[in-house]
């Protein structure tokens, strides 16, 4: 479980985050949605401690992230970040070892390699394995990336705009691999998404957020009726709830 | 990929043995045989051997200080020079030989003129407790700049006829004068090297984003100044004993990565070697090519350069 307890943090006066709070369960999948510069990214952020609230605290498993180091941080979260630019040809086993940093003093052992060899088996992903990173696809790219943070281990994973740069058959295996592994390990996905059509359709829980503040949070099927989408990007749209999914259209 | 790394450890063990018998004075094959010996003794193990000892040390001093720049500034152009230590170095050399002729002095002088050089660097670019790239990259430039200046100065007030020769001899660098004193202090190098041996794989780690390092639980900063400060260390010393041996630390670790790949786990090894096999070469060139010494830095240059075009066409052939 993850709680977030009314977090705020400003940068030179200018406030980013505005009493957060936020409260997630094992086996669901978030999709934070809002229009760029709403804080969404620096949420994330807070939650591995890449910036640390002025205000309030984070508790994983009731446990405060202020007591927690940030190399510890790692067993309980997985983030990826929006970009990735890891120029050096490493072979793909090579990145996704990365993942097991914290076990390791000098260098990866053959342990570590079986265990990469395990993760990328187990996604399905074994035909890139001898594979030079840098010269995979985006989409690629971003599997290899995810079997990374799946190498961490953690209960938390927390994707920023795992969608961005991916076509749209990308988009929708790389959403359904992650809503798949969180619900049957039964941890907690956290992602930051554009594309509401996609956030609605592989997330239970909606977050909407604007200006640092969380406009609503609700499940899926309720958030749509109750509030209106026009509000939050100021502009405005008309959304239709058709079964397990949505249509939307801007006036 | 551990038999390339065994046959150029092979390889670096023919050529030193056959260096041995290069130089202005000719050494018979079978000298330890022979009556008179003891004169040809005093040359293999009085003068050539601590020489070859310490080119071997050096070159690999210097390449590794480039791979760990290079990998850590993430940038393939990133030499040990980026931070302006040599110039803090050859400053600190030039007072030395200003001041007095000693030798012992000179190198003391220029070590910890080095060192200080990159202490300003530290504090200048250390920003809340961290140091990031940039940063560095730009207060390395105004160190650099500022011994640079210093080190004209020094050129300028120094006597023309005696001291001014001098200094610009030890900036083209050499190992004529070299002997087990200086490979004693030369051999203080194997700590960092040991110890970026040990942490070498996570200078692929270092390779990431600071935030996606930090992310998978990589503490970046404090992995940055341990290795910048292990590197400047194996520069300091290897420029305070021998002068100036430019090109090394940027060109080997391209050719390193040519034989070996881009993964640091095998790419810190093969600089060792290569950059001992190269330097001992060119030590070889330097001392047997004319009746005189050329001095190193000169060769080092002469052949990097060319050769670093070469291996840049190289590499582009390969990754097409």
């Known amino acids: 479980m993850l709680k977030i307890n009314n977090v705020s943090y400003s ?74 630019l890891s120029k050096q040809p490493l072979n793909v086993l090579d990145v996704i070892v990365m993942g097991m940093l914290s076990d390791i003093t000098s260098t990866p052992s053959t342990k570590h390699y079986e265990k990469a060899i395990k993760i990328i088996k187990m996604l399905g ?17 971003k599997l290899i990336l995810i079997a990374r943070a799946v190498a961490q281990n953690p209960p938390i994973l927390i994707l920023d705009e795992p969608t961005n740069h991916l076509d749209f058959k990308n988009k929708h295996h790389i959403l359904r691999f992650i809503t798949d592994f969180t619900k049957s390990n039964n941890m907690i996905c956290i992602m930051t998404i554009h594309e509401l059509e996609f956030a609605f359709y592989y997330s239970d829980f909606i977050i909407l957020m604007k200006d640092g503040k969380i406009v609503a949070f609700k499940d899926k099927h309720s958030i749509f009726k109750e509030y209106d989408i026009s509000n939050l990007y100021d502009l405005n749209i008309t959304i239709k709830v058709i079964d397990d999914f949505i249509c939307i259209k801007p006036k | 990929m551990n038999k390339k790394l065994f046959f150029m450890g092979f390889l670096l063990t023919a050529i030193i043995f056959f260096s041995v018998f290069i130089g202005p004075v000719k050494i018979p094959l079978d000298f330890w045989l022979l009556k008179n010996k003891s004169y040809y003794e005093t040359i293999v193990y009085d003068v050539r051997l601590p020489r070859i000892i310490l080119s071997c040390v050096v070159g690999g001093s210097m390449s590794l200080a480039g791979v760990v720049y290079q990998s850590v500034f993430r940038n393939p152009l990133a030499s040990p020079d980026i931070l302006g230590t040599a110039f803090g170095c050859a400053f600190g050399a030039a007072v030395g030989i200003l001041l007095s002729g000693n030798l012992i002095l000179i190198q003391l002088f220029s070590l910890i003129s080095g060192i200080l050089s990159t202490f300003a660097v ?18 390395g ?51 960092p090297i040991c110890v970026i041996y040990y942490k070498r794989w996570f200078l692929n780690v270092a390779n990431l984003e600071d935030e996606e390092a930090i992310a998978i639980g990589f503490d970046i900063h404090r992995f940055r100044i341990l290795m910048i400060g292990l590197s400047t260390l194996l520069v300091s ?3 305070s004993l021998v002068g100036i041996i430019g090109w090394v630390g940027l060109v080997v670790p391209h050719m390193a990565r040519l034989v070996v790949g881009y993964d640091n786990k095998y790419v810190v090894v093969a600089s060792l070697i290569i950059g001992a096999l190269f330097v001992l070469l060119c030590d070889d060139i330097a001392r047997s090519l004319t009746t005189g ?3 190193i830095g000169i060769v080092t240059s002469f052949i990097s350069a060319p050769l670093f075009g070469f291996l840049y066409k190289m590499n582009y052939a390969k990754n097409k």
Not at chain 1, 22 to 47: C, D, M, Q, R
Not at chain 1, 125 to 141: I, Q, T
Request: proline share 3%; hydrophobic share 45%; glycine share 10%.
């Open chain 1, 11 to 84: 940068v030179k006066g200018k406030s980013i985050l505005k009493n957060i709070d936020l409260e997630f369960k094992n086996g669901f999948v978030y999709s934070i949605v809002g229009p760029n510069g709403a804080g969404k990214t620096t949420l994330l952020k807070s939650l591995i401690k890449l910036i640390e609230p002025d205000f309030g605290d984070i508790f994983i498993a009731n446990k405060s992230l202020k007591t927690i180091k940030q190399r510890e941080i790692v067993k309980y979260v997985a983030f990826l970040g929006q970009e990735h």
């Open chain 1, 125 to 141: 992903l074994e035909y890139l394995a001898n594979k030079d990173f840098d010269k995979l696809s985006g989409g690629e790219k």
């Open chain 2, 122 to 139: 530290f504090y200048i670019a250390r920003k809340d407790g961290h140091i990031d790239i940039l940063s560095l990259v730009i207060s």
């Open chain 2, 141 to 191: 430039i105004i160190v650099g700049s500022f011994f640079s200046s210093l080190l004209g100065l020094a050129k300028y007030f120094a006597d023309p006829d005696n001291k001014l020769p001098a200094i610009t001899f030890w900036l083209m660098g050499s190992f004529s004068d070299v002997g087990y004193k200086d490979v004693a202090i030369g051999l203080v190098c194997l700590i």
């Open chain 2, 237 to 239: 010393i290897s420029i």
């Open chain 2, 293 to 295: 010494e050329i001095p």
